[in-house]
């Protein structure tokens, strides 16, 4: 420890004396002069950033962007609340004009009575055109739309819904007032009689597969107004090229039975004719609504979506920033959550890659020209300075190197004085000589006190080799602990292995007796006749969706009353189903029924 303490000093001792003689006084000026400038400009630089004059090369783009997104949100949020005020309004209209029509054609509250009734039908359109086409022309939205629980044909394949989806024909207008409609779904006769063209794709009804909270929400239970409006994530339109997502609300009945839906479409067009552009130093911003896919992968409706064409949005985060990835195109930003009634999105607000590191690299440069502008001027000035100080007391320390007694040129107080300092040195050199020798005499005797306590560090070494001696022996006694643990779980092992062979024993008879089941199943199969068995089977897929909820309830077990109750439904309306279930699956009676529901059981299981 001792050598080692001893080493370094010599080191630092080495050390000042280069400093000291190798080093010249011009050198050490100019140094001194730098350090104090670099300091000074240090704590202006400090102290500008503190006070917010000075900020990292990014720190105006960020705080751009966040002002963006917040603005782009806000606007967004007033969109949709605006659309909501206007669509709670739309809701109660279309429900007075549903129940007035269905009173005239003698079915008020009958709404099962709807399907396959093309009169009804067209008799409701006639009626609620002029509501939906004046909510639609005072709504931010580039369509309006209502579809009913109900169609003209209950057959098809694929289920679709009569109603109304009109449509701007110029999208691009600054004012939708008077903006001129097109039928995108409904009836022909109802767009005849009121002026109005078909779009190029218009089809009688919707199919509304592309959104699924829109057939969600349609046969939804539930019927608060207020927490039940959405906005759909985006989606191509079925026989359509356009995207559009869709801000929907129930509409509902006077015993609060969702009957339909009615709601706003925002075409991916509108959004991006709406959406202001805002640039930043020349350098376009990008504002989006996004959906989520999956984990940190998106789709939405982007302002400018020549980047993000039929493109997933892959996102992640470099701690400060959002970063989106589609394509080979990568763009930087942020992002907050929109919440729209039960749905959940996010607006985006980005800027390419390439920019936003372009004008990252310049703001750098500025800085570093700034700096260099500073360096360049102090190297300067401390030329300047050592020129018109040093060099004069440089001539004078020659001079006294080559004749010690001649007198100094520079006139410098502090130079007159060493010059007379020399002259008294040998007695203070003789004086420190003596003082040296003292403290050497000190050093030995802290070098005798050194030895001693090497000496008890000794004797502690010692002492800490029998402790280690002691918790060897200690180790031991745990190894032996250690090997009773190990054949306590080798006993633990065959005891597993018993219980093993139990559980395989149980197994086998389980098997037994699942092989009885299965011939118990046959024998009763035997006892009906196959080909009614299997035309049962056969013709489930024949149910509408009414009768098949029927079905399954009768699967379940309930009773008549049960069945009734949890579909809200009347006595003579599950008469009527029950009668139309008998007839396409071939029973007679409720009993021959649930005979044919049991053997369907025990064959599934």
């Known amino acids: 420890m001792l050598n080692k303490l001893t080493k370094i000093k010599r080191l630092l001792l080495i050390g000042k004396e280069i400093w000291h003689n190798k080093r010249s006084m011009r050198g050490r000026f100019i140094i001194y002069l730098l350090s104090l400038v670099l300091l000074a400009g240090s704590a202006m630089l400090i102290l500008l950033n503190v006070i917010g004059i000075v900020q990292p090369p990014s720190h105006d783009i960020d705080r751009f962007l966040e002002y963006e997104l917040n603005t782009r949100t806000n606007d967004i949020k007033r969109q949709m609340n605006a659309l909501a005020a206007h669509n709670i309004d739309l809701s109660q209209q279309l429900q007075n004009d549903i129940d007035r029509v269905m009173l005239e054609q003698g079915i008020y509250n009958n709404y099962d009575a709807l399907n396959n009734n093309p009169e009804a039908l067209t008799a409701i359109q006639q009626a609620t055109y002029q509501t939906l086409a004046a909510k639609m022309q005072q709504a931010p939205a580039s ?15 694929e289920p679709t819904y009569n109603g109304f989806f009109l449509k701007f024909t110029n999208i691009y207008s600054e004012n939708t007032l008077f903006n001129e409609t097109c039928m995108f779904r409904g009836n022909p006769q109802v767009a005849r009689n009121n002026n109005i063209s078909l779009y190029s794709t218009w089809q009688l009804e919707l199919n509304v597969h592309a959104y699924p909270q829109a057939d969600k929400l349609l046969h939804a239970k539930e019927n608060n107004i207020s927490q039940q409006y959405i906005l759909t994530d985006v989606a191509y339109l079925k026989e359509s090229w356009e995207q559009s997502r869709l801000f929907l609300m129930p509409i509902n009945s006077n015993n609060g039975r969702i009957i339909g839906i009615c709601g706003f479409e925002i075409s991916s067009v509108y959004f991006q004719q709406r959406t202001k552009q805002a640039n930043y130093k020349g350098y376009p911003l990008i504002t989006a609504i996004l959906d989520k896919k999956a984990d940190n992968e998106y789709q939405g409706q982007l302002s400018n979506p020549a980047s993000f064409v039929n493109s997933t949005i892959k996102t992640s985060s470099d701690g400060e920033h959002e970063l989106f990835t589609a394509g080979q195109e990568r763009f930087i930003g942020f992002t907050a959550p929109l919440t ?148 306590q779980m080798e006993q633990t092992q065959q005891e597993k292995l018993q219980a093993q062979q139990e559980r395989e024993q149980a197994q086998q008879q389980f098997n037994f007796a699942q092989a009885a089941l299965e011939k118990a199943i046959e024998k009763k199969l035997e006892s009906v006749d196959p080909d009614s068995y299997q035309m049962f089977i056969d013709n489930l897929a024949t149910l509408t969706p009414e009768e098949e909820d029927i079905f399954n309830l009768y699967v379940q077990g309930c009773s008549t009353k049960d069945i009734i109750s949890q579909l809200g439904i009347t006595e003579n309306t599950l008469k009527y189903h029950n009668k139309n279930i008998y007839s396409k699956l071939g029973v007679k009676t409720r009993k021959e029924l649930l005979q044919y529901i049991e053997l369907m059981r025990n064959a599934e299981h």
């Open 340 to 487: 729209v009634g039960a749905s959940e999105h996010r607006v985006a607000v980005m800027l390419p890659a390439d920019s936003y590191y372009h004008l990252q690299r310049q703001a750098k440069m500025r800085l570093l020209i700034m700096l260099g502008i500073i360096l360049l001027l102090s190297l300067l000035s401390a030329g300047y300075f050592s020129k018109r100080y040093v060099d004069p007391l440089v001539a004078d320390l020659q001079q006294l190197q080559q004749n010690p007694d001649a007198p100094p040129q520079a006139n410098v107080l502090e130079l007159n004085q060493f010059f007379e300092f020399l002259q008294n040195h040998s007695e203070q050199q003789a004086e420190k000589l003596r003082q040296l020798q003292s403290e050497n005499n000190q050093v030995q005797k802290q070098y005798g006190l050194a030895a001693m306590r090497l000496q008890e560090a000794q004797e502690k070494q010692k002492q800490t080799a029998n402790q280690y001696i002691h918790l060897e022996e200690q180790l031991a006694a745990l190894q032996n602990e250690i090997q009773q643990v190990r054949l």
């Open 143 to 157: 369509g309006a739309l209502y579809l009913i629980n109900a169609s003209v044909n209950t057959n098809m394949l």
